[in-house]
């Protein structure tokens, strides 16, 4: 069944913790599912989540360390002796032991891989730790299943059960030549019908075998495996060795960490942060874009000061300016939008710019056109018709440039290598407020003559 983490669960569990109800404590919280327990650590204060975790086995405290988040997870292990760490190593999978060792102190890191009992397990975790965390090599696991093209199948159910104690879950048994180099998979269907004495060779498939390089970038590996509906894909060297596997629980991570830093980007945030973070943290990733957002502003207050004069002749001219700027940016933030969403699926690209451009356009110009003839008619109520037709026509003219720009700006962002998430941020919104402003105070000036 589900669990819901309610304010009286976690208000009896603070009572329970602070009067050491350990008997409470196994029977409502140890028993959960390891990701529930990392909910409920993730709110707890420090010396509440210590002695929490401190409760569980130590399968559970393995796994639940994967699922806290990276700022609780690094307060936590504060409180580790780091031959207590490094006995937490050796119940992880390689690759999640390795993104752990990386969250380390540099100077902690040595001394606990040093502390791993096992030397496989520890060679495992230095060799990850060579690769980019954004990688394949950095996201991969060390742990699984393979066979080699000339055994036979007696001697493959042999040594797949050997194999099978370091591995988790079994998705796809590999195959590989005398060379270690991938050539195929093998089903465990055809190798639970096949005879003792026939040979791999006669069983493997190798049609249609994706496989992924551990240099390739960490989203293309996300998008491979979702184009080929994928549950685990092989990882190969630049010699076509077998060297590991990605699992689809490690794409998801992967997908959940880009969708939570475009969103941030998008938002104005600079870098990864989570709310357990630290305030100067917080307040250090948003402060660059409010920085630009200030200079926007500035620079709207300098256009707005170039037309002082006519604003001062025609003041219902400023009753206007909050309307245009905010439909400016919500357009060009639409407009981008879409775009960014576009490419991180890989479904755009600047061949397709006119294409996209002039749909875009299109768009911009059925939804000026309508709320521009809404907003002439409103300000007749209000103002002259002259008014009308200068707010009206400067909407219309606005919302079709913050389209062109929204759409534009990511493309040209993307093919410089520039994260295009930044286009969709308050980057455009004050391009657009700047442009806007003067697109609007110019065609007053020029219609109402000043």
């Known amino acids: 069944m589900r669990f819901e983490l309610t304010k009286e669960f976690f208000e009896t569990?603070?009572?329970?913790?602070?009067?050491?109800?350990?008997?409470?404590?196994?029977?409502?919280?140890?028993?959960?599912?390891?990701?529930?327990?990392?909910?409920?650590?993730?709110?707890?204060?420090?010396?509440e989540a210590s002695y929490l975790y401190r409760l569980l086995d130590e399968e559970s405290q393995s796994d639940v360390l994967v699922e806290l988040d990276e700022d609780v997870r690094e307060r936590l292990l504060k409180t580790f002796s780091t031959k207590e760490i490094a006995g937490q190593l050796e119940n992880l999978d390689s690759d999640d032991a390795a993104d752990l060792v990386a969250e380390l102190p540099p100077d902690q890191v040595e001394e606990v891989i040093g502390l791993i009992e096992d030397p496989e397990a520890a060679e495992e975790i230095v060799d990850l730790l060579n690769y980019a965390e954004?990688?394949?090599?950095?996201?991969?696991?060390?742990?699984?299943?393979?066979?080699?093209?000339?055994w036979p199948v007696k001697r493959c159910v042999v040594e797949l059960r050997k194999q099978a104690e370091e591995v988790e879950k079994v998705f796809t048994i590999y195959v590989v030549d005398d060379q270690e180099k991938l050539v195929g998979f093998l089903s465990l269907k055809r190798l639970l019908f096949a005879r003792p004495d026939t040979a791999i060779a006669d069983l493997y498939q190798n049609k249609n075998m994706i496989s992924v390089k551990t240099g390739d970038d960490d989203e293309d590996v996300a998008k491979t495996m979702d184009k080929y509906d994928l549950v685990s894909v092989p990882v190969v060297d630049l010699q076509g060795k077998l060297v590991g596997r990605i699992t689809i629980d490690d794409v998801v991570d992967v997908i959940k960490d880009e969708a939570d830093k475009d969103f941030q980007m998008a938002s104005g945030i600079s870098e990864k942060v989570e709310s357990s973070s630290s305030?100067?943290?917080?307040?250090?990733?948003?402060?660059?874009?409010?920085?630009?957002?200030?200079?926007?502003?500035?620079?709207?207050?300098?256009?707005?000061?170039?037309?002082?004069?006519?604003?001062?002749?025609?003041?219902?001219?400023?009753?206007?300016?909050?309307?245009?700027?905010?439909?400016?940016?919500?357009?060009?933030?639409?407009?981008?939008?879409?775009?960014v969403q576009s490419l991180a699926r890989g479904n755009a690209h600047l061949g397709s710019t006119m294409k996209k451009l002039k749909k875009e356009a299109l768009v911009a110009a059925l939804n000026g056109l309508m709320l521009s003839v809404t907003i002439y008619a409103i300000t007749l109520i209000f103002g002259t018709p002259i008014l009308g037709l200068v707010v009206s026509l400067s909407l219309f003219t606005v919302i079709m440039f913050a389209a062109i720009f929204g759409t534009l700006i990511p493309l040209v962002l993307d093919k410089y290598?520039?994260?295009?998430?930044?286009?969709?941020?308050?980057?455009?919104?004050?391009?657009?407020?700047?442009?806007?402003?003067?697109?609007?105070?110019?065609?007053?000036?020029?219609?109402?003559?000043?």
């Open 417 to 450: 290598k520039i994260d295009p998430a930044l286009a969709t941020g308050p980057f455009i919104t004050t391009l657009n407020d700047v442009l806007g402003l003067f697109i609007y105070l110019t065609i007053g000036m020029l219609l109402f003559n000043i």
């Open 134 to 150: 954004d990688t394949a090599g950095g996201m991969m696991q060390k742990e699984f299943m393979k066979v080699h093209l000339e």
């Open 279 to 339: 305030v100067f943290r917080m307040s250090r990733a948003r402060m660059p874009w409010l920085m630009i957002g200030l200079l926007g502003g500035i620079l709207g207050a300098q256009v707005i000061s170039g037309f002082e004069y006519g604003i001062s002749e025609v003041p219902a001219l400023a009753f206007f300016i909050p309307l245009i700027t905010a439909m400016g940016g919500n357009v060009g933030v639409q407009s981008s939008a879409i775009v």
């Open 13 to 47: 569990l603070q009572d329970a913790i602070s009067t050491e109800n350990v008997a409470w404590i196994n029977e409502n919280v140890c028993e959960l599912h390891e990701a529930d327990i990392a909910a409920i650590v993730d709110e707890l204060e420090d010396d």
